[in-house]
């Protein structure tokens, strides 16, 4: 090792062999100690070393003990600096100290870690470990969740964190707890939830989905008209949930997941025609394998997905009201559950069996989605009607399953081979009648 001579009583820097990091040492009473400086540039280590001797000029014991304390301890919070980038990590495999959700929370809990990381990157660029977040760094943060959050989001943002901050108080060299010098939003018992849509915003959200969306995201939504579930349970929908066959979905909602009951769902026939679009030997796994990932990892990414596709429909989905005078949210995923309940209501269907479809625990949480004005009451509603029936798309989809369903009846009614010649004439008849038709409908 190759070591730099300073002056008797200073102390020494050494480097060891490979190694570009300056080490300081230093004798007491005989006894020799040595510590990493941590950088490998010589003017710093210098500075170091001299702050490492200092507390040793004291002449009383007592008091070069307590430096020599503070400096060992100031030394290691010098060198436990955790990065925003690493902290997550660190923070979930220390299981023993902290409070452990399901699947599903721990990925909502790192994805809100995540965004704070991209927020932190972004506003404070300068501030890359956990130590250099103060408080003022985290009401600003705070203050931009609750310009597009409940306070109950807000409330849950500021918990982790706080959490976040007492499992690595050590391990990041932590001095206090800036999350705990934030306060806590008051959460209204009675808020104004998401509301149904019309039945002109669920026909032109279907025209949107049909001209505009990607086969996923619409099947995403379909899955919200017309089974009426929460987002997270459409997005997380598995294959082996679904049986085309028997016409029936089967899954168990997270919400009510401590009840480890699973809820029936009757398939309609404009989600069936969706779903039989994905082939076969595809149908293993997430039903929505795209949206699912983002789901787990980024659930703002989905969110965002959602008021997009809302607002390019035309649909308004934040409207100012009378709390604070803020805008809050007044359409989403969740307004497609809402109408579904309403949608039934309207058409008669037994709340018992609707309770059954969208795994209500009890029957007045029911009551209070199907609330209808009245207004509506004069109306007739179809029970979950097919809205792009009239579409050319629509016809088209249908007229090829009825086919469908001709060849294998011919198939299966042994014809001969005289038969399939008919069979072919009746076709060569219809097509050459199509091509007779005028261009624009064909």
């Known amino acids: 090792m190759k070591k730099g001579r300073r ?33 490998s540039v010589h003017k710093e280590a210098v500075k170091l070393l001299a702050e490492f001797v200092a507390p040793f000029a004291s002449r009383k014991e007592e008091e070069t003990v307590k430096a020599l304390s503070a400096r060992v ?16 990590t660190v923070f979930a495999g220390r299981k023993a100290d902290r409070t452990i959700g399901s699947e ?5 809990y790192a994805g809100r870690w995540h965004k704070l990381a991209e927020w932190m990157k972004e506003k404070h660029p300068e501030k890359t470990s956990l130590d250099q977040l103060d408080v003022e760094t985290a009401k600003e943060f705070l203050s931009a969740v609750f310009d597009t959050s409940a306070p109950k989001t807000y409330n849950e943002y500021r918990g982790l964190f706080a959490q976040v901050w007492e499992v690595l108080k050590k391990p990041a060299g932590l001095d206090s707890n800036p999350w705990k010098s934030t306060k806590k939003k008051p959460v209204k018992k009675q808020t104004e939830p998401q509301r149904k849509l019309t039945d002109e915003e669920l026909k032109a959200l279907i025209r949107h989905l049909e001209t505009k969306c990607a086969p996923e995201l619409r099947l995403f939504f379909l899955l919200g008209i017309y089974t009426g579930q929460r987002s997270n349970d459409c997005a997380l929908l598995k294959w082996e949930d679904i049986n085309l066959s028997r016409n029936r ?29 994905t082939p076969p030997d595809k149908r293993t796994g997430y039903v929505l394998p795209t949206i699912a990932d983002a789901f787990l ?10 008021r997009e596709t809302f607002e390019g429909a035309g649909i308004e989905t934040y409207a100012k009201t009378s709390r604070n005078g803020r ?17 039934c209501a309207l058409a008669g269907v037994p709340l018992s069996i609707v309770r059954e479809i969208v795994g209500h625990t009890n029957q007045r949480m029911t009551e209070e989605y ?15 009607p097919d809205f792009d029936k009239d579409s050319a798309k629509g016809r088209r989809q ?35 009648q199509r091509k007779a038709l005028p261009a624009a409908s064909r």
């Open 327 to 343: 805008k809050v949210k007044v359409v989403g995923f969740h307004s497609l559950r809402h109408s579904f309940v309403s949608i």
């Open 398 to 432: 249908k007229a090829l399953k009825a086919f469908e369903t001709a060849c294998k009846g011919l198939l299966e009614a042994g014809l001969t081979s005289e038969d399939w010649r008919v069979v072919g004439a009746l076709l060569a008849q219809t097509d050459k």
């Open 249 to 277: 979905i089967r899954c168990k909602p997270h919400k009510t997941a401590q009840y480890d009951v699973k809820v029936g769902i009757p398939i309609h026939e404009r989600l069936a025609r969706e779903l039989e679009l």
């Open 370 to 384: 199907a609330q209808v004005e009245d207004a509506q009451l004069d109306r007739v509603l179809p029970a979950l």
């Open 104 to 108: 599903r929370d721990e990925a909502l």
């Open 297 to 306: 990892t980024r659930q703002s990414t989905v969110s965002r997905w959602i």
């Open 7 to 39: 002056k008797k009583g200073s102390g020494t820097l050494y480097r060891n062999k490979g190694s570009a990091v300056w080490v300081a040492q230093w004798e007491m009473n005989g006894k020799r100690f040595r510590k990493s400086t941590g950088t």
């Open 73 to 88: 301890e100031g030394l290691h919070k010098q060198a436990g600096h955790l990065a925003f980038d690493e902290a997550w």
